[in-house]
């Protein structure tokens, strides 16, 4: 079982930077490739980022390529998503999952990742 806890978010104005974690006690974090989803009121969950488990291969949605980074942190348990640029449209509870496989064909896909956080609230104004 692995336990996510993301934290970071917050209220913060268009062209602003947030910079969400997803914390997690299992030992074995690092066997775990995780993905970054978010979700807007009134619309489906939909994909941000991911990581594979070592780091070495990092995917984007294409509304938040070049603005949004994904990074790792093994030996602390925790994965980071640098959000910059925001914009009023980023606003959304976001929610990171973890996956035993995170490949360049699984990515994306929400129903393949079994572990979930509680979601931290995300809001840009304009």
């Not at 009121?41 to 488990?53: D, N, T």
């Not at 976001?94 to 979601?119: E, F, H, I, K, M």
């Amino acid at each position: 079982q692995v336990q996510l806890v993301e934290s970071g978010g917050g209220l913060v104005q268009a062209g602003g930077s947030l910079r969400l974690s997803c914390a997690t006690s299992g030992r074995t974090f690092s066997n775990y490739g995780v993905g970054w989803f978010r979700q807007a009121p009134g619309k489906e969950r939909e994909f941000v980022s991911a990581i594979s488990r070592n780091g070495g291969m990092t995917y984007f949605a294409d509304s938040v390529k070049g603005r949004f980074t994904i990074s790792r942190d093994n030996a602390k348990n925790t994965v980071y998503l640098q959000m910059t640029s925001l914009k009023p449209e980023d606003t959304a509870v976001y929610y990171c999952a973890a996956n035993l496989l995170v490949s360049s064909g699984t990515y994306y896909r929400s129903d393949l990742y079994p572990y979930w956080g509680q979601g931290t609230q995300v809001t840009v104004s304009s």
